[in-house]
Nanobody, 124 residues
Framework: QVQLVESGGGLVQAGGSLSLTCSTS????????MGWFRQAPGRERDIVAA????????HYADSVKGRFTISRGYAKNTVYLQMNSLKPDDTAVYYC?????????????????WGQGTQVTVSS
C-alpha cells in the first residue's frame, strides 16, 4: 500500500506560478512511476505529467508542455509539479498517482494508488 498526500494548491492569477508537492509513504518510492492528473468539473480526469521510477523518462500533456515540469526527490520520497504561466483553463483538482511499473503510464488505468487531490484555481 502506498499513501499519497498532495499539497501546494491554491488561488493564483493568470500568468502566475504554483508548485505542487506529493508526499509518499508506505512502500519503496523508487519502485513506482509517478503521475499528476487533473479533473475539472464535469470533465474526465486526464494526465498532466508523468515520470518514470528512474526519473529519466517524462511525459507531458500537450496543453502543459513548456509550462509545467514534473520532478521527483528520492531523499524525501516526493514528486513535484512546477506550474508556470498558469491559465484559467488549468483550474482543476490535481491528483497525484503511483504506478508499480518500469514504464511511464499516461492513462488513469495505469495507476494503482491515488491521493485525495488539491484544488488549483487560476483567475483571469
Amino acid at each position: 500500500q502506498v499513501q499519497l498526500v498532495e499539497s501546494g494548491g491554491g488561488l493564483v492569477q493568470a500568468g502566475g506560478s504554483l508548485s505542487l508537492t506529493c508526499s509518499t509513504s508506505g512502500r519503496t518510492f523508487s519502485n513506482y512511476a509517478m503521475g499528476w492528473f487533473r479533473q475539472a468539473p464535469g470533465r474526465e480526469r486526464d494526465i498532466v505529467a508523468a515520470i518514470s521510477r528512474s526519473g529519466l523518462s517524462t511525459h507531458y500533456a500537450d496543453s502543459v508542455k513548456g509550462r509545467f515540469t514534473i520532478s521527483r526527490g528520492y531523499a524525501k520520497n516526493t514528486v513535484y509539479l512546477q506550474m508556470n504561466s498558469l491559465k484559467p483553463d488549468d483550474t482543476a483538482v490535481y491528483y497525484c498517482a503511483a504506478a508499480a511499473t518500469s514504464a511511464t503510464p499516461t492513462t488513469r488505468s495505469g495507476y494503482d494508488y491515488w491521493g485525495q487531490g488539491t484544488q488549483v484555481t487560476v483567475s483571469s
